[in-house]
């Protein structure tokens, strides 16, 4: 399987744990994004990088939101001190360059109880 | 803030129906995609429009972008159940990443 791989695919944690998610893009893929969806929702933008470089990060990333992309491969965004709030999907996606399509994974789904 | 408005946000119809769902901007577009989501899965894209008054058909789906670039259409004939999912609309592309509509869920019952 040649596209965007996340995983767990779903996680239950209890409120004020750590969570980290993990995103493999499609090979070559140097534009890697995040997406945050809740119920009802479409995808909000939360942040981008162009191989390992973090260029861009929306309001909705609290400083307890971090994410990296040490090699420009694969991702990972850890929550820190998980709330209820922050229960939805994550979903990343990948793309080769800025006008080309981008790929998503399937998600993964955050339950904080 | 979303700044694309899709409507309607529900539709359940029966299979063989046509229907047509709509996004809406105050913004000019310059271009505009139209993604395809399951339950428990990320969306997928169904088409890129770009120039005002394009029109482009995926079998049964015809997307319209609209002569302002601030609306589109995507209209849907003879639906199946297969066409259940939520329907999103999302403009830009660029660095930034994409901006999505809320959606419409679409429900084709057999």
């Known amino acids: 399987d040649t596209g965007v791989s996340q995983n767990p695919r779903h996680k239950i944690t209890k409120r004020g744990q750590n969570v980290t998610f993990r995103c493999d893009p499609i090979?070559?893929?140097?534009?890697l994004y995040w997406y945050r969806q809740t119920l009802g929702q479409g995808p909000e933008f939360l942040t981008y990088?162009?191989?390992?470089?973090?260029?861009?990060k929306s309001r909705l990333l609290s400083d307890r939101f971090s994410a990296e992309r040490p090699k420009g491969s694969f991702s990972t965004l850890e929550i820190q001190r998980t709330e209820q709030g922050d229960s939805a999907m994550y979903l990343c996606?990948?793309?080769?360059?800025?006008?080309?399509?981008?790929?998503f994974g399937q998600g993964t789904r955050l339950t904080v109880v | 803030t979303q700044l694309l408005e899709q409507s309607p946000q529900f539709l359940s119809i029966q299979e063989g129906e046509n229907l047509t769902v709509y996004c809406n901007s105050s913004?000019?577009?310059?271009?505009l995609q139209w993604y395809r989501q399951e339950p428990g899965e990320g969306p997928v894209l169904l088409v890129t429009?770009?120039?005002?008054?394009e029109v482009k058909k995926l079998k049964r789906l015809t997307f319209q972008f609209g002569d302002a670039r601030k609306d589109s259409s995507l209209h849907i004939t003879a639906a199946q159940p297969g066409d259940t999912g939520l329907y999103l609309c999302?403009?830009?592309?660029?660095?930034?990443?994409?901006?999505f509509g809320k959606g419409t869920h679409l429900i084709i019952q057999p």
């Open positions: 999302a403009r830009g592309g660029g660095a930034d990443g994409l901006t």
């Open positions: 913004s000019v577009f310059s271009s």
């Open positions: 996606a990948s793309k080769v360059a800025w006008d080309t399509e981008a790929f």
């Open positions: 090979s070559e893929h140097n534009r």
């Open positions: 990088f162009q191989n390992e470089a973090q260029l861009e």
């Open positions: 429009v770009v120039t005002g008054g």
